[in-house]
């Protein structure tokens, strides 16, 4: 595993081992930010459900000002610290071990994008993404990973789907604020 574009391109990255983990792929992770554009740069970013943290260093690569990952796993939340040492990120980054809805409940801030990849199938896509819509901030995006049989919900707060994106067994759903309660910035 590795970050392919941006600053830090081709830095190898650690990944957690054993049967629970997976990792997005390099070919949904390209797709993903094919699909953000350039909506990263200079933005707060939020890696829910961060596992190694490879989305939100990603994100860094590509010019994003800060990235907050949040992992419930504390054998996670050890892999995310070492990637961000070596990949030189550690003044742009906050590492949090919490589950997602203690997290998402006290969080004070506001973020411009937010990845959120729960554990397929184990019904959590649903909660996270109402309670991460309360902390974004206008013009904001959040995508979700799910396994291609989950179905996401239309809407969440001031958020609906816009796109779905599927790549084998693996599915990106895409959430703007409905075009009634804002502006929507270009390029993200």
Do not use: W
């Amino acid at each position: 595993m590795r970050i392919i574009s941006g600053s830090r391109r081709g830095k190898n990255l650690l990944t957690l081992e054993g049967g629970q983990v997976r990792p997005t792929t390099n070919m949904v992770k390209e797709a993903l930010f094919n699909i953000l554009q350039f909506g990263i740069q200079g933005r707060r970013f939020l890696d829910l459900f961060a596992g190694s943290g490879q989305i939100g260093l990603e994100a860094l690569s590509r010019g994003a000002k800060e990235a907050v990952f949040v992992d419930s796993s504390r054998d996670a939340v050890r892999v995310i610290q070492k990637n961000i040492a070596a990949a030189g990120f550690q003044g742009q980054c906050r590492v949090v071990s919490a589950g997602f809805e203690s997290f998402l409940r006290a969080e004070r801030g506001r973020f411009d994008v937010a990845f959120l990849d729960p554990p397929y199938g184990a019904g959590l896509l649903a909660e996270a993404l109402e309670l991460t819509a309360r902390l974004m901030a206008p013009g904001g995006v959040i995508v979700c990973e799910h396994g291609g049989r989950e179905e996401t919900p239309p809407r969440a707060g001031a958020f609906q789907k816009q796109k779905t994106y599927r790549y084998g067994r693996t599915t990106l759903s895409l959430y703007r604020a409905r075009e009634e309660d804002g502006e929507r910035e270009e390029g993200v």
